[in-house]
């Protein structure tokens, strides 16, 4: 197994009632977007509910408590797909996420 190298982050991301997605991280000098694959997300505050293949809601989409982590780092799956189409809604109030980008 290698390790994993870290290519971007997002701290302090607000996620109130409607839904987010994320800002994929940018090359340092060309500007080109980069393609992670690989992604751990620590939710503050409040919970949140995520979904990539639809918008989530209040009642729909897969949970995801306070204080927890959403972990997309296995490291012999490529979850490029889901980090490009996630969406994320905070429930009850407007949690944060802090993100790292992984590859």
């Known amino acids: 197994?290698?390790?994993f190298n870290q290519i971007g982050?997002?701290?302090g991301k607000s996620v109130g009632g409607s839904a987010v997605?994320?800002?994929l991280p940018a090359h340092p000098t060309s500007g080109d977007t980069l393609t992670p694959k690989h992604l751990?997300?620590?939710?503050h505050s409040?919970?949140?509910r995520w979904s990539a293949?639809?918008?989530?809601s209040a009642t729909s989409g897969m949970w995801v408590p306070a204080d927890s982590y959403i972990n997309w780092?296995?490291?012999d799956w490529n979850y490029f797909s889901f980090i490009k189409r996630v969406r994320f809604?905070?429930?009850?109030?407007t949690a944060t996420l802090d993100i790292i980008y992984l590859d």
């Open 9 to 11: 982050e997002e701290y």
């Open 1 to 3: 197994m290698s390790g």
């Open 89 to 93: 809604i905070g429930i009850g109030g």
């Open 73 to 75: 780092t296995e490291p």
């Open 21 to 23: 997605g994320l800002t």
């Open 46 to 48: 409040f919970p949140i």
């Open 40 to 43: 751990l997300v620590f939710v």
């Open 53 to 56: 293949h639809s918008i989530p």
